[in-house]
């Protein structure tokens, strides 16, 4: 790599950032892949190849690792010689507040009367529930308790692979305040067709705007979430936590509580 490439990004230049991997402002990445190629010189060479492509200087394989025949897992590091400008990003934040869950309960119970009712589900062909037991189970996730723990939320889980027509028949039996989907497959896009179908689904029984709908998952964003007409989207690594503060803040902002 090239010393002028090297940028250090201090002072004036603060707002132009690089990756840090041995010292500030090096650009160094490592990144992973594998190639249909057996493990050897050629493969070595092809990493390093695919590597340039990123756009990465010095490129290096760290470790290559066959997978059987003719498939190698290669680990490389390069670096990353253009800087992102944070004052040209646009971020797609939440604009709700992270509350501590003593003060949800104490809003919901003393501004509402009543516990939120929740319904959710893994729509469609999905069955993974793991992420949507995490933030609706008892036992939550990461030692934050689901919303099942709070005495100002009634959650009604449903599972996984339950048809969209069948959450909406439950949403609508339970009279919910709000219906909470998870999707964690996204091969082919499957989720964004469900989700979309949701929504439809919603819409044409007139029952959209009387809930607050919210997307999940690996895959999810709050502006995915958003562009495919929900009101909010949560990603890796949410707290039930989350949750409880969003829903406890929309569903009272609805009535006009908050
Ligand atoms: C466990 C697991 C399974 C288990 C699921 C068991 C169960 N009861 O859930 C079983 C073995 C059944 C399974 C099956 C399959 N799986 Co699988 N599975 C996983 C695995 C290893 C972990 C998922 C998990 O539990 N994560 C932990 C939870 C806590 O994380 P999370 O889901 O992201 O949830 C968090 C957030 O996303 C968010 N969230 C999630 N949902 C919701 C919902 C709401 C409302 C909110 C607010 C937030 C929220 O909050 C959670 C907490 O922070 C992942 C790989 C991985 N390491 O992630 C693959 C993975 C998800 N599986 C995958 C695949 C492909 C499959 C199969 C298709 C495999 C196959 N060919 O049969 C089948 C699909 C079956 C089906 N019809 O859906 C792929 C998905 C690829 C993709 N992007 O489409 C993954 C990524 C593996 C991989 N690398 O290929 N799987």
Redesign the pocket.
């Known amino acids: 790599m090239k010393p002028e490439m090297n940028v250090e990004m201090r002072g004036e230049n603060k707002h132009l950032i690089l990756p840090y991997g041995d010292h500030h402002g090096d650009g160094v990445v490592q990144v992973s892949f594998t190639l249909p190629l057996p493990d050897g010189p050629l493969g070595d060479e092809a990493a390093r190849q695919v590597m340039r492509q990123m756009s990465l200087a010095d490129p290096q394989v760290a470790e290559s690792v066959p997978l059987g025949e003719n498939y190698t897992f290669y680990v490389g590091y390069g670096k990353l010689a253009r800087p992102v400008d944070v004052t040209k990003l646009k971020v797609a934040r939440p604009l709700w507040d992270k509350i501590d869950p003593v003060q949800v309960e104490r809003l919901v119970n003393e501004r509402l009367g009543r516990p939120i009712v929740v319904v ?1 589900a893994a729509t469609g ?8 037991d ?2 609706l189970n008892y036992k939550g ?1 990461a030692g934050d308790h689901g919303l099942e723990a709070y005495s100002c939320f009634k959650v009604v889980n449903m599972g ?2 339950v048809p969209n027509e069948e959450l909406v028949a439950r949403a609508k039996e339970e009279e919910a305040d709000a219906i ?3 999707q ?4 082919g896009n499957v989720h964004l067709t469900n989700l979309t179908n949701l929504v439809e689904i919603l819409e044409a029984e007139g029952w959209r705007d009387r809930v607050v709908l ?7 964003t709050h502006a995915l979430a958003l562009e495919l007409g929900y009101d909010a989207g ?6 039930p936590q989350d ?1 409880a503060s969003y829903l406890a803040q929309e569903v009272l902002r609805r009535k006009s509580l908050y």
């Open positions: 959710g062909s999905d069955a993974h529930t793991v992420g949507l995490a933030i996730f996984s692979q909470l989907v998870s964690v497959v996204t091969q919210v997307a999940g998952g690996p895959r999810i949560f990603g890796p690594m949410t707290r949750v």
